[in-house]
């Protein structure tokens, strides 16, 4: 199948051998030529392969596509063969490949390379030809290289809009510095180029450095280029961003209304060629391990919410970035930079085991030391082993917790993939790493504040015992009976006091059991005021009704006080009696009963006409302090007394209160 210019003719077509001698012949020959070829050619395939011969022939004669159609309508004498729609369409292409492979872009009566209308198409055709392939890094390089050539410009890049992110990344470039591919982003308010994303709307700007949205990156070395254009890649109709086209000129340029327009046709051509290029390389395997590596990225999600132990988040973290890109292995690094503290190795997994602190490389602490410098990952291969090793900062909002190290034996295929997965699943890492820091010195200060709080108890009952004791030694030693009994009934309310310090210290200094302190208080009035030959039973009924501490404290002094009365005055003369504590709780409101069954109050007692300084005291607790009121009553006729106490609630949910039922 011999070759004419760029076409192929098959052998069994006629007209081949007078096609192949055209070259040298004039317009008026050319089109002689095609009316015979088409005369001589049964099939319609051989006419439109001459056709375009004929018209790439015209290109290499120097004539204008106008020239070339006029010589065809003379030489065909107004036949079918010069209105034909196919034939004419295959002229017109034979003329544009030629154009486009040897001659460049053509400028006829325009301010620049574009403001011809065959430029325009030839330039269209190379860009749709430079974007037929699927291979999405490909595509990019080529689409840049055409795009640069056809408009003339010294630097052409296409940024790619990453949802995930809402960012701009840099994938393909010509002019700019190579080493930013992949590694720059921008938010879509930076810069010239974020403002056209953010707008969806070309922004061509003579001088960029003018503009009020220009913005300088060193590292991409833009900062030699005046104007700039830059180009939404938008899908048409679903109103959805794909990347930016930016073209760059060294000296001042300004395009003309063709040019633009012919830019915006461009970019909606690359815009569908790139969202079909990432959907073709979304095959099954692919969109599989996408699959695992959104399901490890959920997995660290959850880790924030719910995992605050620092070694723990520090294992998963390194097992989990081995996971997510299939590497040899995971370094996590941790430390402040420029600060003067050392820079740490927290954890590394590889193999399939978490390994503990091993020798630093100083290659890869200098590394690790850049990135969290400068906050941008990178890539770099190590002279000692040839691995590759990319460095990952872990960023807050306060400072760089830390950075990650994954170890590749050679570089990813899709290594932009791998830096947009990587770069998510540090922010998610950083966030939980700094969140296990906060709740480990949060430990510490709880840690110290128990320690303090501990020692504070424990000087208090100390002071309580203190004073309790030399009260009792007092009572021992004291001249009159008459004050004997005043003195042991105030180091038994002190030692209430302790008793119940006591309880809330060692447990929930919120709050306790009603059940509880009447369990203690019982206990010591029992210690205190037993006597040889007599045996009191103190039966507490079981409840789960909770008080606050503060009426914790003024609960057991009344407990104290009445069960004291019990025993001295209601069981003066037995040797044997029982006492009855129960508790409840109704519409948030405690009740408390005290019965003995000793000799028991008179019927008509009245507690506001009673002389005793003992009930003056428990009648201003009760009323001052619970905001609740005490009665006094006897049992029966045969005796026995019955204290009940009643009041509100303070300072406690609804968890905090038991279902009994009140007493009767």
């Known amino acids: 199948m011999p070759e004419l210019g760029h076409l192929t003719i098959d052998n069994n077509e006629p007209g081949r051998d007078q096609l192949a001698a055209v070259h040298g012949r004039s317009r008026q020959a050319l089109a002689d030529l095609l009316s015979?070829?088409?005369?001589?050619?049964?099939?319609?395939?051989?006419?439109?392969?001459?056709?375009?011969t004929?018209?790439?022939?015209?290109?290499?004669?120097?004539?204008?596509?106008?020239?070339?159609?006029?010589?065809?309508?003379?030489?065909?004498?107004?036949?079918?063969?010069?209105?034909?729609?196919?034939?004419?369409?295959?002229?017109?292409?034979?003329?544009?490949?030629?154009?486009?492979?040897?001659?460049?872009?053509?400028?006829?009566?325009?301010?620049?390379?574009?403001?011809?209308?065959?430029?325009?198409?030839?330039?269209?055709?190379?860009?749709?030809?430079?974007?037929?392939?699927?291979?999405?890094?490909?595509?990019?390089?080529?689409?840049?290289?055409?795009?640069?050539?056809?408009?003339?410009?010294?630097?052409?890049?296409?940024?790619?809009?990453?949802?995930?992110?809402?960012?701009?990344?840099?994938?393909a470039?010509?002019?700019?510095?190579?080493?930013?591919?992949?590694?720059?982003?921008?938010?879509?308010?930076?810069?010239?180029?974020?403002?056209?994303?953010?707008?969806?709307?070309?922004?061509?700007?003579?001088?960029?450095?003018?503009?009020p949205a220009y913005l300088d990156y060193p590292m991409v070395g833009d900062h030699r280029y005046t104007s700039q254009v830059s180009v939404p890649l938008a899908l048409s109709g679903q109103n959805r961003l794909v990347g930016v086209l930016n073209i760059l000129s060294i000296?001042?340029?300004?395009?003309?209304?063709?040019?633009l327009a012919f830019l915006e046709t461009a970019a909606g051509e690359i815009a569908i060629s790139i969202d079909n290029a990432r959907l073709y390389s979304e095959t099954d395997a692919q969109l599989r391990t996408r699959l695992a590596q959104?399901?490890?990225?959920?997995?660290?999600?959850?880790?924030?919410?719910?995992?605050l132990d620092s070694s723990e988040v520090l294992r998963l973290i390194s097992r989990h970035t081995v996971d997510l890109v299939r590497a040899e292995a995971a370094e996590i690094y941790g430390g402040r930079v420029p600060a003067a503290e050392r820079l740490d190795l927290l954890a590394?997994?590889?193999?399939?085991?978490?390994?503990?602190?091993s020798e630093l490389e100083p290659s890869v602490i200098a590394l690790v030391e850049e990135v969290m410098r400068s906050g941008v990952a990178t890539w770099r291969q190590l002279e000692a082993t040839g691995r590759y090793v990319y460095a990952v900062p872990m960023l807050t909002a306060r400072r760089a917790a830390g950075a990650i190290c994954v170890y590749l034996s050679e570089p990813p295929a899709e290594a932009y993939e791998v830096r947009g997965l990587l770069n998510a699943f540090s922010d998610s890492a950083a966030i939980a790493l700094e969140n296990a820091e906060l709740y480990d010195e949060a430990l510490r200060g709880y840690a110290r504040a128990s320690t303090l709080l501990q020692e504070m108890h424990h000087r208090v009952r100390n002071n309580l015992q203190t004073v309790a004791a030399l009260l009792s030694m007092q009572a021992r030693h004291a001249a009159h009976e008459a004050w004997t009994a005043p003195l042991q009934e105030a180091v038994a309310r002190i030692r209430s006091i302790a008793i119940i310090h006591d309880l809330l210290s060692s447990g929930d200094f919120r709050d306790t059991t009603v059940e509880a302190i009447a369990r203690h208080v019982a206990e010591e009035v029992n210690t205190t005021m037993a006597r040889p030959g007599r045996s009191i039973d103190f039966r507490i009924e079981p409840a789960t009704v909770?008080?606050?501490?503060?009426?914790?404290?003024?609960?057991?002094?009344l407990i104290n006080e009445f069960l004291t009365n019990a025993v001295?005055?209601?069981?003066?003369?037995?040797?044997?009696?029982?006492?009855?504590?129960?508790?409840?709780?109704?519409d948030r409101r405690v009740t408390v009963v005290v019965e003995d069954d000793g000799a028991g109050v008179a019927q008509d007692f009245d507690i506001g006409a009673s002389s005793g300084l003992g009930l003056q005291i428990a009648a201003t607790l009760v009323s001052a302090d619970l905001h609740g009121s005490l009665s006094i009553s006897r049992c029966s006729a045969a005796g026995g007394t019955a204290v009940r106490i009643c009041f509100p609630l303070v300072e406690a949910g609804p968890d905090d209160i038991g279902g009994d039922t009140p007493p009767s």
């Open 54 to 171: 004929y018209g790439e022939m015209a290109a290499v004669e120097n004539q204008s596509i106008e020239e070339a159609f006029q010589a065809l309508i003379e030489s065909s004498g107004g036949t079918s063969l010069s209105s034909d729609p196919k034939v004419l369409g295959a002229v017109v292409r034979g003329f544009m490949d030629y154009t486009v492979k040897l001659r460049g872009l053509v400028r006829r009566g325009g301010t620049g390379p574009l403001s011809s209308h065959v430029a325009r198409l030839a330039a269209l055709h190379r860009i749709n030809q430079a974007a037929t392939n699927l291979d999405l890094e490909t595509m990019l390089k080529t689409v840049v290289e055409v795009v640069k050539q056809t408009t003339g410009t010294d630097s052409c890049s296409i940024f790619l809009y990453e949802p995930t992110s809402a960012t701009l990344v840099l994938r």
């Open 251 to 259: 000296a001042r340029r300004e395009f003309d209304p063709d040019e």
């Open 568 to 586: 001295t005055h209601g069981m003066r003369d037995r040797h044997r009696g029982e006492v009855v504590i129960r508790a409840g709780t109704e």
């Open 36 to 52: 015979q070829a088409s005369a001589a050619t049964p099939s319609e395939s051989g006419t439109l392969l001459a056709a375009a």
């Open 348 to 357: 590394r997994y590889s193999g399939g085991e978490d390994e503990g602190s």
């Open 173 to 211: 470039t010509i002019g700019l510095n190579p080493e930013a591919v992949g590694r720059v982003r921008l938010a879509l308010t930076s810069g010239i180029t974020g403002l056209a994303a953010l707008t969806n709307r070309l922004l061509a700007v003579p001088d960029a450095r003018s503009h």
């Open 294 to 307: 959104l399901g490890t990225l959920q997995q660290m999600s959850r880790m924030v919410a719910s995992t």
């Open 546 to 557: 909770r008080i606050p501490s503060r009426q914790a404290t003024v609960l057991a002094l």
